[in-house]
Structure formats: C-alpha cells, structure tokens
C-alpha cells in the first residue's frame, strides 16, 4: 500500500463520518484558537508596558522619597522622608544629568466660568515637558524660570479643555485651580492613559505653585534623564550619594527605568507561557476525543481491517491508516483554530486599538506541533489495536 493510498483510504473513512469528524475538529480549533488568542494578550500586555516606559525615554531614573529594599518593581511601604525642590536642584546639577523635572501631584477643582470638574494636577517645571517626550496642541508648556519662583501658568488635558472651553481656544483665558487664577498657556496634544495617568485629564501648573495649594513640601517624585544609557548605573549612584549626603540619611530609593522594563518584561513573559499552558489543558480533552472516536472507529470498522489484512495489508499499515486518520483531523482543527484565533485578535484589535495585542511567529508553530503530537499521541492507541486485528476471527463476525 502506497502512501498516496493511505491518504485517500483515511481521507475517505473520515468523510463517510462527517457529524463525528467536524465536531472531532472542532474541539481542537477550539483549544488551538484558545492557545493563540491567549497568547496574543499575554504579548500585547508585554509590549504595552515595555512601549508605555519607552515613551518616558530610555535613559530615566526615578527618584522616589522613602528608602524602600526593593528588586525590579515599583517600591512600596517604608518610611517616607521629604524630598525638596533642593534636592532636585543638587541631582539635576550632578555629571551625567541631561535634565531633571520635578513632580509634585494632588486633585483640585478646575473651574472656567459656570463649567468645573475635579482632576489630577501635576506641578512640575519646563522640563518635564521633555523628559516625558510631550506634545502640544496649543500655545506652550510651563515657562522655563527658577524652580522657587512659583508662577500661575497653568496646561490642560486635550480632554479638560475641551470639557471646559469646548470649540474655543483656551489660550489666555483664566481659570481657577482651587482658590487661585491661572492663565491658560497650553494645551496638550491627545495622549490617553500611560503608566496610571490618563494625560488627557492632566492639569500642569508650576511645582512651588503646587505645593503651596497642596501644603506640602515634598515631592512625589524627580525624573532624571540621563545623558548616556551607559552611565545609567553611574549616575544612579551619584544621586544616591548625593541624597545620602544631603538628609544623611538612606532615605531615599533610586529605580532605573531599564531594570523596570526587565522585570515587567520578564513577569508578562511568564504570564504569557501561563495563559498558553491553561489553553492547552483543552488541547488535551480535544486529544481525548480524538481517542474517542478512533477507538469508535476500530471497532465499527473490524471486518474492514480483516479484509485489509486477509488481501496482504501488513499490520504496520494499518497502524500507520489510522495515524494518519488522527492527524488528518489533528491538522484540520490545528488549521481551524489558527484561524479562528487570528480571526477573534483581530475582533480585539479593532475594538482596542490602543492595546497591540499580536500573536508572536513561535506561538502559531507550537500551536501547530502541539496539535499534531496531540493526534499522534492519542491515535497512537487505536492505531495498535487496529493493528492487532485478527483477520480470520474479524471476517468471521468475532467482536
């Protein structure tokens, strides 16, 4: 028996069971569909925060207040010490510094005649626009003056001020952010949510103006952006030593944005190999139906295997028709379910467009290999006992 035969007899002994075969591929298209779908969202949360930290720049430093024992994550808990406006002065003056921006948050009221809504306000200065690769709509950002000067320019979220001016151009006019006036400067272009702000809803005004609504002194946060990535290290301990120094004291924690980006990576990349291990537990009950219906078919079909035998078909050919029947409907569900995950990241894509939700080139060929060694490996047994059959006691009616 040649191959091309085996083909064709498999072919057509599925095709003579056409419900049982298309919902034997279904469960596969299923799970495989599920594997890529999964595995496209574990990716797209990894790109999407590595893009999200790429947009800050790829030489920054996060100087938190509060000295915190942490690796590769977001520092928690700890005892918080100021950190002042001289504090930013002393780091931004350090060798290695390109620029440093100051960052001072809370929530007030912004009001522009009869119109008011409550929303985040970030004090900073001029450099901040910057370090954090900003873009304008209109007007300016923060003028650039010494840090203690304090001012009353304020910059709105594209969203604020459409919110508060609608179609007309804010620029110039007043508005109030708690109990003071400020005149409009800016606004910025259409940016949506990155890293927990939404700048869209952002308001900036200067950071001693800031604290002073606030009554506050210190700081939320100092970005600094390095002047080379490989001084990044250098720099870091620098400033570390430079706070030290300064409140004599470790009270301080300094992150680099590149060991964020690596840990974040690394967790998502784990998440993703989760989410593509939990879709494959239905590749599994897929192969079990597969076994299924192969054990089915062996035992519809004896006196068709007799007859194969008794005309000199060797037992190793039936074991390898009855391979090929489980990957035939192995490679039909593999297809499916290729399609029917490409297809539901696509749904997902249009609905999300900001999300970049993308099935990885490795994802599409192990969902292809794992469906093939899931027919293999669970036809296997059926395989066997075709290939056992007794011609003599399968012809003579013997079950």
Same mark, same amino acid.
């Given at each position: ?257 590149? *060991? @964020? %980006?690596? #840990?974040?990576?690394?967790? /998502?990349?784990?998440?993703? $190999?989760?989410? &593509?291990?939990? =879709?494959? +537990? ?84 192990? *969902? @292809? %290999?794992? #469906?093939?060694?899931?027919? /293999?490996?669970?036809?296997? $047994?059926?395989? &066997?006992?075709? =290939?056992? +059959? ?10």
């Amino acid at each position: 028996m040649r191959f091309a035969d085996v083909l064709v007899f498999a072919w057509t002994a599925l095709a003579g069971h056409r419900l049982r075969t298309l919902l034997t591929v279904l469960g596969i298209a299923v799970g495989i569909g599920a594997v890529v779908a999964l595995t496209a969202l574990g990716e797209g949360a990894r790109r999407y925060v590595v893009q999200e930290f790429a947009a800050l720049g790829s030489n920054l430093l996060i100087v938190l207040p509060g000295k915190v024992e942490t690796s590769g994550a977001a520092p928690y808990g700890g005892v918080v010490h100021d950190l002042t406006l001289e504090d930013f002065q002393a780091v931004s003056r350090l060798s290695g510094v390109r620029m440093a921006a100051p960052l001072a948050s809370g929530s007030e009221t912004v009001r522009y005649g009869e119109r008011a809504r409550a929303v985040p306000v970030l004090g900073t200065t001029a450099e901040f626009f910057q370090v954090r690769r900003l873009h304008l709509h209109q007007g300016s950002f923060l003028p650039a003056r010494d840090v203690h000067a304090g001012g009353f320019e304020v910059v709105l979220g594209f969203k604020v001020a459409r919110e508060l001016f609608g179609s007309t151009s804010p620029l110039g006019k007043n508005v109030r952010v708690g109990p003071y006036r400020f005149r409009v400067v800016g606004v910025l272009a259409p940016r949506g949510r990155g890293l927990g702000f939404d700048f869209d809803e952002l308001v900036f005004i200067p950071v001693k103006t800031a604290l002073r609504i606030f009554d506050r002194t210190s700081l939320f946060r100092i970005l600094v952006e390095c002047q080379e990535p490989e001084a990044m290290a250098a720099v870091q301990r620098r400033v570390e030593a430079t706070l030290v120094a300064r409140h004599r004291a470790e009270d301080v924690t300094v992150i680099r944005q590149d *060991a @964020l %980006v690596d #840990a974040f990576s690394s967790i /998502l990349q784990a998440l993703t $190999w989760a989410l &593509s291990g939990i =879709a494959s +537990v239905s590749l599994v009950v897929a192969g079990i139906g597969i076994m299924n219906v192969m054990l089915v078919a062996v035992t519809e079909r004896r006196r068709e295997i007799g007859l194969l035998k008794a005309v000199g078909v060797t037992s190793p050919q039936v074991l390898t028709v009855f391979l090929v029947e489980a990957l035939i409907l192995a490679s039909l569900g593999g297809a499916a379910g290729l399609l029917l995950g490409t297809g539901s990241v696509e749904v997902f894509a249009r609905l999300y467009p900001t999300f970049p939700a993308a099935t990885p080139a490795w994802a599409y060929a192990s *969902a @292809l %290999v794992v #469906a093939l060694g899931v027919g /293999l490996l669970f036809g296997l $047994w059926p395989a &066997s006992r075709a =290939a056992k +059959v007794d011609p003599v006691l399968a012809l003579g009616g013997s079950r």
